[in-house]
DNA sequence: ACGTGCGGGACCCCCCGTTTGT
DNA sequence: ACAAACGGGGGGTCCCGCACGT
């Protein structure tokens, strides 16, 4: 994915010097004159790689979400069994670590500004949180063949709610600056898991 | 709460009026027209009442937060134990009913809206927050006095996670237009809450 | 038509400033920032009293042709006969006289303007076009009935050759800077009248 | 006018893709972007023809008054009389003809856009008219002198009347889009020309 | 020499939250 | 409580150079 021509650059460059602004500061809070600050770029060039502000902003949330997705998707890679992968997250959002995306959760910033007024970003959020959930559904319904969690496991119900702990753990870790509240949410994902393990020795 | 004098009867007018479009709208993304609109009074006069828009905002917030837990406080009085306390939040979530806030969980959109751009209204956010869990705690340590929860049950992980469930469910049915997404998740609340009930018979 | 209230006066003292402005540069030509100079009062300000600049200038409009007319119309006023009444165009725009509106005649300048461009524009020009129409046939009939003007006089045809004539005359006149030859083109109405006019000891 | 070099036929490419919508759009509300979209070059390339939008602007104006006058020479030769020569004017721009100028006569609309705003462009156009009205004034002569036309004829004042009320039918028809009116007004042509007519057997 | 791609900055119309005079 | 004016900033487009390839 190396950017050839020099447009190609540009615009590279600006979506990487913002994404993280439009993701602190909303997509409708992001002004024109952030993007030009951030990039020390004019108007005038940004409108010449971009159709307009939206176009940067959507744009902008594709970099974002990806991001978050390679990060937990290489972290994923090195874990042995299903609950090992699924328990990335906690690992990930825990508060020890600095969260590794400036502003929180591109889907939950996202989602939460878009759903009653932009149909089009609201799409393409409801679109990342299908396949996210498709993923965790695929590595339960993995983790049920290989006979680590039982056959009855309901793969959507733990996977939405994995998300939702997630999001909710960001959410609340970040309106009240407490960590621990992070974790403590973080860590119910577990429980949720042991209830559809395979209890070895019973 | 009788409103007395003129001016304070013109502000509950205000509050009562905007609190939902603030809601749906974002704090921002309402407008002083919205609200001359909305009341069919002038800039004027609303600045009359109003220090600026942040008051109005400020004071819808709490607006919407008061009706959302005097709602759920009502159903949960007509509950004779803790589980069928908490599980007030089941219900009153669920995607058969109609949300009975315009705009989803003020909570929600107001901590993520505000949480990196609005230092005021993230600490009422916290706060509420904070409100929240603590009534949570306080009904599952009855329980836990009761004999209905187990005594080793972390109250504050519980609170949070019960939290973390609610407004991931309303998140995601939103984004995702999927009503049958929070249902799912919600009822994952019950699974929370029956790792620490006390089984009986056994 | 006094204005009475106060945003109807400083809606009549933008429309007064400016029409001359946009009858010279154009309704498209015009800029914002030409009103404000003009009027001394802020975009926010004329934004109060305006929708947007198309109000004004379809306001400016108005009051340009209004100004027209009613100073060809005082004029008119005056005179004896059908002849004499059509012959004040000749008088009105000659060349000795200062053009009495800055720009040139409106229905002239607005009509190219807006023709292939601005319809909402193009109607009022067109409905001013059949109003002077219809004015100059109804002078010509009563001609015909006092008997100054031939049976078989084609109003309509004469009509707007008149009305032809002296928007050619402006034109010309404004683009070569030759008052002599707006003259002599005015002059033509008068052969044109000739043609109809019952002369008197045949 | 063979363009001979390479950059002698990119600017004749230019000129002739963009002259129509010059005489449209007005040469100020036609943009660059506008240019770039209809010859699918570049505006560098543009720019490297040109000095400037205002030489595209110039060469554009002389390229549509040189058809229109090509147009109308040509078929002035297959003309017998003078007046056959100047009632060219009539067949040429009736209505059942299609205006074989897309957006009307540019003289017309170069002079309204350009009078107050344009000195360059003004001084163009009063030229052309110069040499329109040089040219009646020279057919009509040339009556005079075969004795089809009175000794006593104002060539000056017909030619230029002739000019008005061609250009007034254009205007008047483009705006009210009656096609009738335009034909009624050059009409009068012929009874301009009939006032200095030699009428045979008297 | 010729065409292009890309950047620049001034200006476009419009709407914002706010203050002032009444 | 209101009407009216304010000035700054919103997103977007304008015409135009400059540096590069060929």
Not at 60 to 69: C, E, I, L, S, T
Request: hydrophobic residues 40%; contains cysteine; charged residues 30%.
């Amino acid at each position: 994915v190396k950017p050839t021509s020099k447009t190609e650059k540009t615009r590279q460059y600006i979506i990487e010097t913002t994404a993280g602004i439009f993701n602190e500061k909303g997509y409708a809070g992001t002004s024109l004159s952030d993007l030009t600050k951030a990039t020390k770029l004019t108007k005038g060039s940004i409108y010449g790689n971009f159709e307009n502000k939206e176009e940067v902003a959507l744009a902008a949330f594709d970099y974002n979400w990806k991001h978050v997705r390679k990060t937990i998707g290489d972290m994923m890679l090195a874990c042995d069994s299903a609950k090992d992968r699924i328990l990335v997250y906690c690992r990930v959002y825990s508060s020890n670590q600095e969260f590794f995306m400036k502003g929180g959760c591109p889907l939950l910033n996202t989602a939460v500004e878009a759903d009653d007024t932009h149909e089009v970003l609201r799409e393409r959020v409801a679109a990342a949180f299908m396949l996210w959930k498709r993923e965790l559904v695929h590595i339960i319904n993995e983790g049920v063949e290989k006979g680590e969690f039982r056959d009855d496991a309901q793969a959507d119900k733990v996977a939405l709610s994995v998300i939702a702990l997630v999001e909710g753990s960001i959410l609340i870790g970040k309106a009240t600056k407490k960590g621990r509240f992070s974790d403590l949410i973080l860590d119910s994902i577990k429980d949720l898991i042991s209830l559809i393990e395979v209890k070895e020795g019973k």
